[in-house]
């Protein structure tokens, strides 16, 4: 595999704190010169016109950045168990979080003579954009789910699936939905 296609490790993409991704027309004020596009397929999936009893919320329980490919492979393998235990209008899945920060990558190159050659200095200082990531506050919500009675402990057990797929610890928490 080539190494331009290869993702960096995820701890190099933790820190919350705001980075420099200035985009402009000019080309002397933009920092990040292209935006690439986030890998999430759909934010709201399932039954959004019935009325459910319950919602479940996956909170986050840390205060760090997730990629955009984490945060689809966790939405898929939500979105696969409710098709499979449930079927797919008993329930109704909202992502809450958009991947809004850009991640950017200035490779570095080591030996005898290529870092001379390819490597640009403070010139182009700023890196290459290689993806984008949401950044999340600690309790804020990823996913909400509202689901019938009967579906509450299959709903559980999807969110916990899919809180595998995340890089840190969260926390399910359960309401019943106020009818008006």
């Known amino acids: 595999m080539a190494a331009s296609k290869r993702l960096r490790s995820g701890h190099s993409y933790r820190q919350t704190e705001r980075a420099y991704t200035r985009m402009s027309k000019r080309r002397g004020k ?16 399932g039954n959004e016109k019935k009325q459910y009893d319950f919602r479940l919320d996956l ?9 955009h490919n984490a945060l689809e492979a966790a939405r898929q393998v939500i979105n696969r168990r ?15 979080v958009y991947p809004h920060q850009i991640q950017r990558e200035n490779k570095l190159y080591s030996g005898a003579s290529k870092g001379d ?9 700023f890196g290459t954009p290689i993806g984008r ?10 996913f909400t789910v509202f689901v019938n009675e ?7 057990k999807a969110l ?15 309401k019943p ?4």
Do not use: W
């Not at 098709?83 to 008993?90: I, K, L, M, R």
């Open 177 to 180: 939905v106020v009818k008006k």
């Open 30 to 45: 933009a920092f990040v010169k292209s935006c690439p596009a986030h890998k999430i397929a759909k934010f709201v999936m």
């Open 150 to 156: 009967r579906h509450v402990d299959a709903a559980k």
């Open 133 to 142: 990531a949401a950044q999340i506050k600690i309790g804020q919500t990823l």
């Open 59 to 67: 909170n986050s329980k840390g205060q760090l950045q997730i990629r």
């Open 82 to 96: 409710f098709n499979e235990n449930v079927g797919p209008q008993d329930y109704h899945l909202i992502l809450r």
């Open 160 to 174: 916990m699936a899919g809180m595998l797929k995340l890089p840190y610890s969260a926390t399910i928490e359960v």
């Open 117 to 125: 050659r390819v490597n640009t200095g403070m010139s182009q200082s």
